[in-house]
């Protein structure tokens, strides 16, 4: 059963054995990065439930030849072609054919394709996916951000399931099995805070890369990091949500939430609410989505005790201490073209931070003033929704030139 976003929704749990299941042929797009390594970690772990027949890379062309020698994919991609071909050394390595990620994610002979790139490089090979027929994994919050309203669409269109990774919306996913979109009241997604819940407003223009780069809970990547640090990745999320499971932005509420256990929630007409829970550990929902509708025992996967966990804390955001939030939720509401610009502008300022060429704080500096001086569209194309991330891409990198 599926709602009417596309994303696949459980009616009655069931399972198989192991030995007579045929493996899942996967995809893995941006298998050097955080969720491409843990999905690749799910995969050892379950072996005989998993082919990887395609691996596509930025420029860590080093580990994506690792991950070849050991996984053998009959197609590979990198950002750097002559740096891959390069790392291979003259042996030639195992026997793979280069292919670009659309060609990988609409193959006949891939089952499931994981989006784990970052930004606007996963919208084409996710809507080539869903044209395809595929079901996607999606674990890039900038696709359905930017082009939630096409790639919803189109995931209708093909009767495809979209499974989502990031573990707030996975969360969401595993609360509404079972239950009807009709039902829904509330969503509330959690947050920990990132690395500077604690600091001073007055010392945030002065933390580092570093910093950022610390959180207290979660091992990711460095751009997803930076952005729970100034929490514009919960209106990211809180926008995906929206796209995901067909609910308003207005029913859709932010918790701050120190530990990361509670994940979601889900508050039902009748009261009652859902809550799921488990480790911060981001190879737990990858196996979700991975073995969907099934549920396995998968030796990669930390366990939860809530006895050596003692305290559950919550509480609201600060507005003040997290302005990126701010912006991202009325960039959502606003919709049309201006979350686009908001995912891009973002993406290119947490650049510049982490080189070292910008403060912490001009971030959201950055993404407020892209956003003010955006001709916004309301209802773009995938051609305008591209023109809107180039435009923002070029409007941060003057503003970062005329700071300098």
């Known amino acids: 059963m599926r709602n009417g976003a596309g994303i696949a929704r459980l009616k009655y749990p069931f399972s198989f054995p192991i030995s007579v299941v045929k493996p899942i042929r996967l995809a893995v797009l941006g298998s050097t990065g955080s969720i491409g390594r843990q999905t690749l970690d799910v995969v050892r772990s379950l072996p005989r439930r998993f082919n990887v027949i395609a691996l596509a890379a930025g420029n860590n062309v080093t580990l994506l030849e690792e991950q070849v020698r050991e996984f053998r994919p009959r197609f590979i991609y990198a950002g750097g072609e002559a740096d891959y071909l390069m790392a291979r050394g003259s042996s030639g390595g195992v026997p793979v054919r280069w292919a670009e990620m659309e060609e990988m994610a609409a193959h006949p002979d891939v089952d499931l394709v994981i ?3 970052v930004g606007s490089a996963g919208l ?4 080539a996916a869903i044209r395809a027929g595929k079901s996607v994994a999606l674990a890039n919050k900038e696709v359905l951000v930017m082009a939630g309203h096409i790639i919803t669409a189109e995931a209708r269109r093909y009767n495809v399931e979209l499974r989502p990774i990031d573990s707030e919306h996975s969360a969401i996913w595993q609360c509404l099995w079972g239950e009807g ?3 829904v009241e509330r969503i509330t997604v959690t947050a920990s805070g990132g690395p500077f819940r604690d600091t001073p407003l007055h010392d ?8 950022a780069l610390r959180h207290p809970n979660w091992q990711m990547g460095q751009k997803i990091t930076v952005d729970t640090a100034t929490l514009l990745n919960k209106g990211l999320e809180c926008i995906e949500a929206r796209w ?8 859709i509420d932010v918790l701050l939430h120190r530990e990361s256990i509670v994940h979601s929630l889900v508050e039902f007409c009748d009261g009652s609410v859902k809550a799921q829970l488990g480790m911060p550990d981001m190879r737990l929902p990858i196996q979700c989505a991975l073995t969907y509708p099934e549920r396995l025992r998968g030796t990669s996967v930390p366990r939860l005790d809530l006895r050596l966990i003692g305290t559950l804390n919550f509480g609201r955001p600060d507005t003040k201490q997290y302005p990126c939030l701010t912006l991202a939720l009325e960039a959502g509401r606003r919709g049309g073209s201006c979350p686009a610009v908001l995912a891009a502008a973002d993406e290119i300022a947490v650049q510049y931070f982490l080189a070292g060429h910008i403060r912490f704080t001009d971030i959201a500096r950055i993404v407020s003033d892209a956003l003010n001086a955006h001709d916004q569209l309301a209802n773009p194309s995938l051609d305008e ?15 970062v030139k005329a700071k300098a």
């Open 181 to 183: 979109r009709e039902s």
């Open 385 to 399: 929704v591209l023109q809107a991330d180039d435009w923002a891409r070029s409007y941060t990198e003057d503003w």
């Open 204 to 211: 945030l223009s002065r933390v580092t890369a570093d910093e």
């Open 115 to 117: 989006v784990a790139t």
């Open 244 to 251: 995901l499971f067909d609910v308003s932005l207005e029913k």
């Open 124 to 127: 084409g090979p996710t809507l």
